[in-house]
């Protein structure tokens, strides 16, 4: 029999034995594992490139950012305008990075994001001379879309719906710190801070009861009663 010779496309390399797979790049050679080997995308060229894109994005807004301090530096420092743009694109590439091309989980992704959006528009709040708005406003919405999220997920994954007791119990301790705000004075709207607590506890108490045995299962096996 003679050598089977194979080619890495992504490589130009020619490897004479055997091999289904590239052992630089672990692509998939072209002629080594038959044509349904040969059939599989290459994703790891694909990655690369979204890779690279993100890459250029991030430098782009660094530059532009840079750019834009400068301008505000040198017209008007009364105002930081600039930060707060520079905050706008921090969330941008973070949507990017993490919600576009981010190998995480769904759950991991919509918490994140929230928490990061939530912390961004505090900020912006802050730089604008801090009206509380976010406070009295973003922050209970926050949780609200929390919950909203978990129950988009437990529809979705509805086989396995009390995994995500866990992140209920997480939404509850949540909305516990607009309530302290709240006591403290420093929320003056209250309406939205005692919403937010009522739909977290709803929608455990509602989990747990129209869940019965699985849900009290899944406590179990989480607190190891």
């Known amino acids: 029999m003679g050598c089977i010779m194979s080619r890495c496309q992504n490589c130009n390399v020619e490897i004479w034995d055997h091999s289904d797979y590239c052992p630089l790049c672990k692509c998939v050679l072209e002629g080594g594992g038959g044509d349904q080997a040969a059939s599989y995308p290459n994703a790891r060229v694909a990655i690369r490139r979204f890779r690279l894109l993100e890459n250029l994005i991030l430098f782009a807004s660094i530059v532009v950012e840079s750019v834009l301090v400068l301008i505000n530096y040198w017209t008007d420092t009364h105002i930081l305008w600039s930060l707060i743009a520079g905050l706008v694109l921090f969330y941008g590439n973070v949507v990017l990075r993490l919600a576009v091309v981010g190998r995480s989980g769904y759950l991991f992704k919509s918490l994140s994001l929230i928490f990061i959006g939530v912390l961004t528009l505090l900020g912006i709040d802050y730089l604008t001379g801090y009206g509380g708005w976010s406070l009295d406003y973003v922050l209970p919405s926050g949780i609200l879309f929390m919950d909203l999220g978990i129950i988009v997920l437990m529809i979705v994954n ?40 009522l739909v977290s506890v709803l929608l455990f108490l509602g989990t747990l009861i129209i869940g019965d045995r699985r849900a009290r299962t899944e406590l179990k096996r989480r607190f190891h009663l």
């Open 158 to 197: 509805r086989r396995n719906w009390q995994s995500y007791m866990m992140v209920q119990i997480l939404a509850i301790l949540v909305s516990i710190l607009p309530l302290v705000l709240l006591a403290l004075g420093i929320i003056r709207f209250p309406y939205l801070a005692v919403i937010a607590m």
